[in-house]
């Protein structure tokens, strides 16, 4: 236990040493008084030698020792409630916090299931506590609509935004397609997800665990800087896990997955994380289940000095004083 104001303490004894100092001059000199000009009773020393009279004065002596006691305690009491009693100690707060970026493919053949992806989350971002979410969009170049943020207010106002036009094939809302068109062809899956992986800070050392949840149906018009399976090893080398979302994958509903799905679904359980078909009952409910499932991680926060305040043992015995002598000052009239 440590004393906030500890020059409290010296200032009490010394408050106390001079009403001490100025009782006993007192009294001295009442002392003094008394002695020249003597007691005006006869013979007193018989009644001051009467059992009774002896037994009444110890228990007078006995109660004034007792409410004196008791006054010294709760003045000592209240010295150190003034001083303020604490406990000081270092907290390393442990949390459970997330990044996840949205990346999603904004071709034609897209807007559906990126509709469904940015009002999910919009919903989400009420419930978020310290995770960050980030979205970036891509066709043949890719654009980051905004970096990894807990503001939650900021990612429910953007998302709902993107969400009404890929809704309305940007009729509505903000315009999506803008920074998307700068590349030779569409749909460059591998330059989009590699473009996702990097837009997590930390480098390849993270502390938090990192998400990206890929809206694409894979199907690539152009020569892409890298492949998806490139991009795959490139999330794995920075511990990056993908979900994945395909649209175009009918197997879900009987159908057969092709060749594009296949290598859809391959590259990204190869990072550690899962594939949907768009036909999976709850295919994006599904992924913020898996994120939840595998993404939790605790990292240590910044260290605090939590300084509390302690006043339970002073006040308690503070308390059981001031009762006892108030008890004492009302049984004897002292």
């Not at 500890?6 to 009403?19: K, N, Q, R, S």
């Not at 003034?82 to 997330?98: I, N």
Request: proline residues 3%.
């Amino acid at each position: 236990m440590a004393l906030t104001w500890w020059w409290a303490l010296p200032l009490a004894l010394l408050v106390v040493a001079a009403g001490a100092w100025w009782h006993v001059r007192r009294r001295r000199a009442r002392v003094d008084r008394l002695r020249r000009d003597g007691v005006p009773v006869a013979h007193s020393e018989r009644l001051t030698a009467l059992p009774a009279y002896q037994s009444l004065v110890r228990r007078y002596r006995t109660a004034l020792a007792a409410a004196l006691a008791a006054l010294v305690v709760l003045a000592g009491a209240a010295a150190l409630l003034v001083a303020r009693p604490s406990t000081v100690d270092v907290v390393e707060p442990e949390s459970a916090k997330r990044d996840i970026v949205l990346c999603l493919d904004v071709s034609g053949s897209m807007t559906e299931v990126d509709a469904r992806i940015a009002e999910t989350f919009a919903d989400l971002a009420e419930g978020l506590d310290g995770d960050r979410v980030g979205l970036y969009l891509f066709d043949s170049s890719a654009v980051q609509a905004f970096p990894l943020t807990d503001d939650y207010d900021f990612v429910r106002e953007q998302l709902l935004g993107y969400g009404q036009a890929f809704a309305s094939t940007g009729e509505d809302g903000t315009s999506y397609w803008t920074g998307t068109d700068l590349g030779d062809g569409a749909s460059l899956i591998g330059d989009g997800l590699a473009s996702c992986v990097l837009g997590f800070d930390g480098g390849s050392s993270p502390v938090r665990p990192r998400s990206v949840v890929l809206a694409t149906d894979n199907y690539v018009n152009g020569a892409a800087l890298l492949t998806l399976g490139e991009a795959g090893e490139l999330a794995t080398e920075r511990d990056v896990r993908v979900y994945a979302l395909n649209p175009a994958d009918r197997s879900a509903t009987g159908g057969s997955a092709d060749e594009v799905a296949t290598e859809l679904r391959d590259a990204v359980e190869a990072t550690g994380g899962a594939y949907w078909a768009l036909d999976d009952a709850g295919a994006v409910e599904g992924i913020v289940s898996e994120i939840d499932a595998r993404e939790a991680g605790l990292f240590e926060g910044t260290r605090r000095l939590v300084v509390l305040d302690a006043p339970g043992v002073p006040a308690v015995v503070g308390l059981l004083a001031l009762a006892a002598g108030l008890v004492l000052l009302w049984r004897y009239r002292l």
